[in-house]
């Protein structure tokens, strides 16, 4: 059985090191990663069309974007974008074909409300667990059943994510950090304590709904790892 050597903040090479695996250039791809908090809630100005079948994705937001160079990355419902544009509580990015084509972001309309999160630095505390924002696939609400204070969810996991999902493990679902808390072929359920529906949008959502998710990193990379050193 493998360990899994302390790995702060991003998704670099992954390698064998005795019985460990650790990864390296933690550095070069820091400001890429993300942690599965939601910062703010951002509300979607306009979707307008782009240049060579891309769209131009303009959000308010109460977070400081005003100060963050051209080209930051800031997580839009799970999804890394490139700012282009920003003013004081305003920032543009674009969606490329491939963003259209696996992530919900094409479906936006002026006046939607979207989790926003700022990549993580070298040092900051990892409070949910390691994203990158490269969204994996689009699932589907199942079903939404509440119990008490809590909202259970049930849903449909799209085939690029389903080798990933392990009980008691992570999931981001529009870029939020969940714990699986039942995994059943091509469905998982988490369960939403009344924090996480106080700070994020999903007590919104109902049967048939559509969201993004990201594997857990790690798993994928250790899957990966595995699947290269199997022996024939």
Do not use: Y
Not at 13 to 35: M, Y
Not at 127 to 147: F, N
Not at 170 to 197: F, K, R
Not at 202 to 227: H, P, W, Y
């Amino acid at each position: 059985m493998f360990g899994l050597a302390a790995v702060p903040h991003c998704c670099g090479k992954i390698r064998a090191q005795g019985p460990h695996i650790t990864i390296r250039n933690l550095e070069d791809a820091s400001h890429k990663l993300f942690t599965g908090i939601v910062e703010a809630i951002g509300k979607v100005e306009s979707l307008r069309s782009g240049s060579g079948g891309a769209r131009r994705l303009a959000i308010a937001t109460d977070l400081d974007v005003a100060s963050l160079p051209l080209g930051a990355s800031m997580a839009v419902n799970g999804a890394c974008l490139t700012i282009v544009a920003r003013r004081a509580r305003r920032f543009e990015a674009d969606l490329g074909p491939e963003t259209l084509a696996c992530t919900t972001l094409g479906a936006l309309k002026s006046g939607d409300r979207v989790h926003l999160e700022r990549p993580l630095r070298l040092g900051d505390s990892l409070g949910g667990h390691l994203v990158t924002g490269h969204v994996d696939g689009v699932g589907k609400v199942e079903s939404a059943r509440k119990q008490g204070d809590t909202l259970a969810l049930r849903l449909q996991v799209p085939e690029s994510v389903v080798p990933f999902l392990v009980k008691k493990g992570s999931i981001a679902i529009d870029g939020v950090s969940l714990t699986i808390n039942e995994v059943e072929g091509h469905s998982v359920e988490v369960w939403l304590i009344p924090h996480t529906l106080s700070v994020t949008l999903l007590s919104g959502l109902r049967t048939g709904d559509c969201v993004n998710m990201e594997a857990d990193m790690i798993a994928k990379q250790v899957a990966r790892f595995v699947e290269k050193t199997r022996v024939p």
